[in-house]
């Protein structure tokens, strides 16, 4: 039986590219000769022809082999051999503008491409070839492509302005101008709502600090930042803007727990919330053993900054507890820990009254 025929196999990516890069050993497929000296009798031959003559020569005969490889889109490649043409040091204004210039659209291309820092090179390269040709209308229009790709607006317009007065006609430029006049167009209004946005959060930051004032709060922010999703704010529905909404625990120390009550208008009851917490016809707490927590068996207790603790009525508003808790002096007040008031919750009888014991005593020790 005769072997099954065999035709042309397919290479996988990595094998061409390990047969491609292979050839960069072979001298007449070199990106690039060495300049020292070799024993290599072909590469010896190879770089006499390369390197023989003026150096304007050798310098045009590297732009040209550069513009074989731009045109395949090798820009890697003909980066190569533009680098070579300037390091020959050619002494024609012209040679020395175009292998910038040449130089400087193969790393717009590898910038487009990789996003590397080769925008810069291209500027470095443009500044250079105007300084030959103050008129290098490429010149600027790699430098205003560059500069928009590095999001400076403001000199890419600059570079476009410079270069349509004494090119007004060039499309290209007036093309990339028009590019960058809508950028800047978007750039000048998002920094517009950025610098409003700022204001906007500064000036609630200043009414906040003055509602904190006023109502005797005492800010204590977490050292390590806050997160709290819950903030202190102004009730939107209020048309004066002026309610303050604070998110507020009521702990059980009896329990070691606690709940949290996300709004707590300072214009509304404190037993209104009890009543929330605490539904008369509603089963108790799982924490609640002894069944203890009903509307109208506890009792609200708050700790000033000065450890001073403020019984609180049911019937009481926030607003009345916050003016209670100035003190005669008026230098005392509530501590605001983290975004969050907090109030202590426990049974009348003699759990009140040994919590009460026990928080004195503690407060007289730490005196």
């Given at each position: 039986?005769?072997?099954?025929?065999?035709?042309?196999?397919?290479?996988?990516?990595?094998?061409?590219h390990?047969?491609?890069?292979?050839?960069?050993?072979?001298?007449?497929?070199?990106?690039?000769?060495?300049s020292?000296?070799?024993?290599?009798?072909?590469?010896?031959?190879?770089?006499?022809?390369?390197?023989?003559?003026?150096?304007?020569?050798?310098?045009?005969?590297?732009?040209?082999?550069?513009?074989?490889y731009?045109?395949?889109?090798?820009?890697r490649?003909?980066?190569?051999?533009?680098?070579?043409?300037?390091?020959?040091?050619?002494?024609d204004?012209?040679?020395?503008?175009?292998?910038?210039l040449?130089r400087?659209?193969?790393?717009?291309e590898?910038g487009?491409?990789?996003?590397?820092?080769?925008?810069?090179?291209?500027?470095?390269?443009?500044?250079?070839?105007?300084?030959?040709?103050?008129?290098?209308?490429?010149?600027?229009?790699?430098?205003?492509?560059?500069?928009?790709?590095?999001?400076?607006?403001d000199?890419?317009?600059?570079?476009?302005?410079?270069?349509?007065?004494?090119?007004?006609?060039?499309?290209?430029?007036?093309?990339?101008?028009?590019?960058?006049?809508?950028?800047?167009?978007?750039?000048?209004?998002?920094?517009k709502?950025?610098?409003?946005?700022?204001?906007?959060?500064?000036?609630?930051k200043?009414?906040?600090?003055?509602?904190?004032?006023?109502?005797?709060?005492?800010?204590?922010?977490k050292?390590?930042?806050?997160?709290?999703?819950?903030?202190?704010?102004?009730?939107?529905?209020?048309?004066?803007q002026r309610?303050?909404?604070?998110?507020?625990?009521?702990?059980?120390?009896?329990?070691?727990?606690?709940?949290?009550?996300?709004?707590?208008?300072e214009?509304?009851?404190?037993?209104?919330?009890?009543?929330?917490?605490?539904?008369p016809?509603?089963?108790?707490?799982?924490?609640?053993?002894?069944?203890?927590?009903?509307v109208?068996?506890?009792?609200?207790?708050?700790?000033?900054?000065?450890?001073?603790?403020?019984?609180i009525?049911?019937?009481?508003?926030?607003?009345?507890?916050?003016?209670?808790?100035?003190?005669?002096?008026?230098?005392?007040?509530?501590?605001?820990?983290?975004?969050?008031?907090?109030?202590?919750?426990?049974?009348?009888?003699?759990?009140?009254?040994?919590?009460v014991?026990?928080?004195?005593?503690?407060?007289?020790?730490?005196?």
């Amino acid at each position: 039986m005769a072997a099954p025929a065999m035709g042309p196999q397919l290479l996988s990516d990595a094998e061409v590219h390990q047969k491609i890069s292979a050839l960069d050993n072979v001298p007449l497929f070199m990106k690039s000769l060495p300049s020292d000296d070799t024993d290599d009798a072909v590469i010896a031959a190879l770089q006499n022809l390369a390197y023989s003559g003026t150096s304007d020569e050798i310098a045009r005969n590297f732009k040209e082999q550069g513009n074989e490889y731009f045109k395949g889109k090798r820009y890697r490649e003909a980066l190569g051999f533009y680098n070579q043409g300037v390091d020959a040091r050619p002494t024609d204004p012209k040679v020395q503008e175009t292998l910038l210039l040449n130089r400087a659209a193969c790393n717009l291309e590898l910038g487009n491409l990789t996003r590397a820092e080769n925008f810069g090179s291209v500027l470095k390269d443009c500044s250079k070839a105007l300084g030959f040709n103050a008129q290098s209308s490429k010149a600027f229009f790699r430098s205003a492509v560059a500069l928009i790709a590095l999001d400076r607006i403001d000199e890419a317009l600059d570079c476009c302005d410079r270069c349509l007065v004494f090119d007004p006609l060039n499309t290209a430029v007036k093309t990339i101008n028009r590019e960058a006049k809508k950028k800047k167009k978007v750039k000048d209004r998002r920094e517009k709502e950025r610098l409003e946005r700022i204001q906007k959060e500064e000036e609630a930051k200043r009414l906040m600090k003055l509602a904190f004032r006023e109502r005797n709060l005492i800010d204590v922010p977490k050292p390590d930042g806050s997160t709290n999703p819950y903030t202190p704010h102004f009730d939107l529905g209020d048309p004066t803007q002026r309610t303050l909404i604070i998110p507020t625990f009521f702990l059980y120390p009896q329990y070691a727990t606690s709940d949290v009550i996300p709004e707590f208008a300072e214009d509304t009851t404190f037993g209104a919330h009890i009543e929330r917490m605490f539904p008369p016809q509603a089963p108790p707490a799982d924490w609640d053993v002894k069944r203890e927590y009903i509307v109208g068996n506890l009792a609200i207790y708050a700790i000033t900054r000065k450890k001073r603790l403020l019984k609180i009525g049911k019937k009481m508003i926030l607003q009345h507890v916050l003016r209670a808790a100035k003190g005669k002096d008026g230098e005392d007040g509530l501590e605001v820990k983290d975004g969050c008031l907090s109030f202590i919750i426990l049974p009348k009888g003699s759990v009140e009254l040994k919590w009460v014991e026990e928080y004195k005593n503690v407060r007289v020790e730490a005196v």
